[in-house]
């Protein structure tokens, strides 16, 4: 079962479809910077195991998986200030609550 | 069923379970901590996948980083530390469905689509990620480090920035 | 040579408008000027154009550009035209170079006894530029080589012919009249656009050189045919003013009286009988067209001559023997001789333009348009208005040798051939000619001259005024007109260079020339052979008409006072109109407006009730249903994009899915 594409794509969906979960019904932006989080790393799981079952070169997964991280972490350092940006100006970081989108 | 299937099945099952409370507990303390449970699942997960390296990465970095980072976020906001969010039923049953479907949706598709296998065995060292970052894959990583490098200054910008006016 | 003749009479009256209409304020005074040099010089063209091809070689020559590919492939049938393809272009040939040189010259001339008449008015500026405007207009529809670029000129005289009636638009009858004369022509103008879209469809060209009636024939059936030339022939009889549609020329006399002799005479209103010659392929190909081309045309010279012998005013009398001999032509035409019609018109046009221009003499010298007024005035003082007018008025009468009498003689010589009673019709209508003719000479030769002007006060019936409004500057007083020896140049040269070619026009298609206008127009198998039974039956009709003029209006004044007291059926449908008018009034005001009511009621109900309001709430409904997703929350859009999403991938596996060729 470890050896078999399937299984990992399966577990990749999973959290894939719960990170999805997070991000449409939690309304702490933190919560949905986690599940952002989730997403990527379902992505990366993704990557890594295409690259040991589908590739020649082993290489090629690792480095967009890399690069994965490696965006992860600039996003979660912009999101988070602007999560304080926001919690500074309204004491609140409450998605539903910054609605200046309404039509 | 063989010891490393075993061992996968609870890594696999440590990692949904972390996810779905990183999702799922009212309080965003216990959702960052979940979220460190599920990042260490998902690195055990890249080692079966022999890709030791990325592990590594996997925690130093998701962990030992955004999850830290995350978590000083929550604690410097201090009411957020003890706040329990109020869910909302339509908008729970709602994305629950939309996530459901999208799971089944995957599901399928990966029950129907046809993979071709290639062999495991292979080169997985560090050098040829190196000579891989440095060779063709040039261009993005030098456009990553500048992204790293735009997001920081953005990221002192604003933490800063806002502090001055006030 | 001939492409620039061509040019030459088709710009010379525009650049003249342009010029006019582009003269600072001080020079203004120099509108007549430059309005006669470029009717000179279309005039100048025409004949030399004429000169050039008067041994008929070389024609009919076309000069045209192809403008517009419709269609590779017929779009119909039975067409014979392979291409449709709509063109530009002259077209030149024996009756378009006849009818160019009557326009053109007769133009030069009414141009010429304008700078007379108009000396005193403040705009005249504006009216030689319509006038040349209208030249422009005119030549090009004579010239044009299809139907489509006749439609436009056709048009264009229209409009030119609504701003002249309405030249003195601050009366309000002027206004009203060219109102009523616009309407009119364009319900004909329907027709005639309606029969030329139908024809292009149907036919694939509407070149005159291919409207031929052999080739008419083969494509279409009679029908068809028919419903063709009848909707062209509406616009036939808009523009020239055929019954029921002839209400707007004798109201169109409120326009200044050169305008009346040039456009509401000679030239415009014949454009349709013009139309008919040009068109003939079409109009002969089918005998029901004929027939009620015939038939039309006999009522209009019924009408119009009948109506003729009640007028007072010395214009109205002459429009309705405008319409009369109009209907004469289109009767000429539609009995299968449009040889005749044509030389009837060369000649109407050459006499009638000259009796316009004379009651233009006796109007602007008198200040009013009622015979009996002008005759106490002493009319017939002026020797050489009155000398023409008898000559013109002989013309009309169609007396042996004057011009009217050799084309006359030619209609009913072709009426006679086709129908015995529309030769009686014929008959009749001379007859009546021949009666209100005499009865305006004779009031103005047996009236005693009164007094003083004091006596000449218009009285109310006949206080029409039309042109007496032009002279509001001379005051009522009996001052003798201060003309100047180019003024009196101006009035004399037309007059009698009218009256010169009127004689010369009719004496062309006689014998005695050789036929020479006939053959030109029609090839060598046209004779005019003189039956002497018409002309017995003809000069009998003469004798009798001017005999009851004489018997009646030997003394004018008793004839007068009579006419105001007597009152019977007969008199009562003339002074009506037969009408007309009221059915037109009845048909506005009793149809049209309950119509236009009803339609409004269905408007606002139906249309704009139901359709537009609740279309318009629906959508108000839908943008709020629509702007209830735009909430602002940022999970609603991803929810929604996500949901969208999802379906889409929903669809992609069930319609088989794309096949994954990951690695490999």
């Given at each position: 079962m470890s050896q078999s594409l399937e299984s990992y794509l399966f577990l990749s969906a999973a959290l894939f479809s719960i990170g999805v979960y997070g991000l449409l019904a939690r309304r702490n932006l933190v919560a949905i910077l986690i599940s952002l989080e989730l997403i990527l790393n379902s992505a990366s799981i993704n990557f890594l195991a295409f690259n040991k079952f589908c590739l020649a070169d082993k290489a090629v997964g690792q480095v967009f998986a890399v690069f994965v991280i490696a965006l992860a972490a600039a996003e979660v350092c912009i999101g988070l200030s602007l999560i304080l940006l926001l919690y500074r100006k309204r004491g609140s970081i409450n998605v539903d609550e910054a609605g200046e989108l309404k039509g | 069923m063989s010891l490393a299937d075993l061992v996968f099945i609870g890594i696999a099952a440590v990692t949904i379970l972390g996810a779905l409370m990183a999702v799922s507990f009212k309080n965003v303390f216990y959702n960052a901590l979940s979220l460190i449970l599920c990042l260490f699942g998902v690195a055990c997960l890249f080692i079966y996948l022999n890709s030791e390296f990325l592990a590594i990465m996997e925690v130093i970095?998701?962990?030992?980083a955004i999850a830290v980072a995350i978590i000083f976020a929550i604690m410097l906001s201090r009411p957020m530390a003890r706040e329990t969010e109020k869910l909302e039923a339509a908008k729970i049953s709602r994305s629950f469905v939309i996530a459901a479907f999208l799971f089944a949706g995957l599901c399928l598709t990966l029950h129907r689509t046809v993979w071709h296998a290639a062999s495991p065995e292979g080169d997985y060292s560090m050098r040829m990620i190196g000579k891989a970052l440095l060779g063709w894959g040039i261009l993005p990583f030098e456009a990553v480090s500048l992204v790293l490098l735009v997001a920081i200054i953005g990221a002192l910008l604003l933490a800063a920035g806002k502090e001055r006016s006030s | 040579m001939d492409l620039a003749l061509l040019w030459t009479i088709q710009a010379a009256p525009l650049l003249a408008f342009l010029v006019i209409q582009l003269l600072p304020g001080g020079l203004k005074k120099a509108a007549p000027l430059v309005a006669v040099g470029g009717a000179l010089a279309a005039a100048l063209s025409s004949l030399r154009l004429l000169w050039l091809h008067l041994d008929g070689g070389s024609l009919p020559a076309v000069f045209a550009v192809n403008w517009l590919d419709v269609a590779d492939a017929p779009l119909w049938a039975h067409t014979q035209i392979p291409h449709y393809s709509l063109s530009v272009g002259f077209l030149v040939d024996p009756l378009n170079l006849l009818m160019i040189t009557l326009v053109t010259v007769i133009a030069l001339f009414v141009h010429v006894f304008s700078a007379y008449y108009m000396a005193d008015d403040a705009s005249r500026a504006r009216y030689f530029g319509f006038l040349s405007f209208f030249a422009f207009s005119m030549t090009g529809l004579v010239l044009s080589s299809n139907l489509l670029q006749t439609f436009l000129f056709w048009e264009l005289v229209g409009l030119t012919s609504y701003l002249l009636i309405g030249f003195w638009y601050e009366k309000k009858s002027a206004g009203d009249a060219a109102r009523k004369a616009f309407v009119l022509n364009r319900l004909g103008d329907l027709g005639f656009y309606l029969g030329t879209i139908l024809l292009f469809i149907l036919f694939g060209s509407l070149d005159f050189v291919d409207l031929r009636a052999d080739v008419l024939r083969q494509a279409f059936a009679p029908a068809v045919l028919t419903t063709l030339g009848l909707l062209v022939f509406t616009g036939v009889m808009g523009k020239s003013a055929q019954f029921p549609f002839h209400a707007w020329l004798p109201d169109a006399m409120e326009g200044p009286t050169p305008v009346s002799a040039l456009i509401h005479s000679a030239t415009m209103v014949a454009a349709g009988v013009f139309l008919l010659a040009r068109g003939w392929g079409l109009f002969s190909a089918s005998v029901t067209t004929l027939q009620v081309i015939l038939v039309i045309g006999s009522l209009t010279a019924f009408v119009g001559a009948s109506l003729a012998t009640v007028q007072r005013d010395i214009k109205k009398i002459m429009a309705y023997s405008t319409v009369s001999q109009l209907g004469f032509m289109v009767m000429a035409m539609g009995a299968g001789a449009p040889v005749a019609g044509m030389f009837h018109l060369s000649t109407h046009a050459c006499f009638k333009s000259l009796l316009f221009l004379t009651a233009g003499a006796f109007i602007h010298h008198f200040h009013t348009n009622d015979i009996w007024e002008i005759a106490r005035g002493g009319g017939k003082k002026d020797k050489l208005a009155m000398a023409v007018l008898t000559l013109g008025l002989l013309s009309l009468c169609a007396v042996p040798p004057f011009s009217g009498f050799f084309s006359k003689d030619m209609i009913l010589e072709a009426l006679k051939e086709h129908s015995l009673f529309f030769y009686g019709v014929g008959l009749f209508v001379s007859f009546l000619t021949n009666y209100y003719s005499f009865r305006m000479l004779f009031v103005l030769l047996f009236s005693k001259e009164a007094?003083?002007?004091?006596?000449?006060?218009?009285?109310a019936p006949a206080a029409h005024g039309h042109d007496a409004?032009?002279?509001?500057?001379?005051?009522?007083?009996?001052?003798?007109?201060?003309?100047?020896g180019l003024l009196k140049f101006c009035r004399a040269l037309p007059l009698v260079s009218l009256a010169l070619l009127s004689l010369y026009v009719g004496a062309l298609g006689t014998p005695l020339f050789h036929n020479a206008l006939l053959h030109w127009l029609g090839?060598?198998?046209?004779e005019s052979h003189l039956d002497l039974s018409i002309v017995a039956v003809t000069m009998t009709l003469f004798a009798a008409g001017v005999a009851l003029a004489w018997f009646q209006f030997r003394d004018p004044e008793a004839a007068e006072k009579r006419l105001e007291s007597s009152a019977n059926p007969v008199k009562l449908l003339l002074d009506r109109k037969f009408f007309v008018d009221d059915a037109y009034v009845f048909l506005v005001k009793g149809v049209g407006l309950r119509l236009a009511a009803l339609l409004n009621w269905i408007d606002k109900k139906a249309f704009n009730g139901i359709l537009v309001d609740r279309t318009s709430y629906a959508i108000l409904g839908l943008g709020k249903l629509g702007s209830k997703l735009q909430s602002g929350q940022l999970q609603d859009y991803l929810s929604l994009a996500m949901a969208v999403g999802v379906l889409i991938l929903f669809f992609v596996i069930n319609s088989g899915g794309v096949h994954l060729a990951v690695g490999g």
């Open positions: - | 970095i998701y962990i030992g | 007094a003083g002007r004091a006596a000449a006060k218009p009285h409004h032009a002279h509001v500057a001379h005051g009522a007083s009996d001052a003798a007109h201060a003309e100047t090839g060598a198998e046209i």
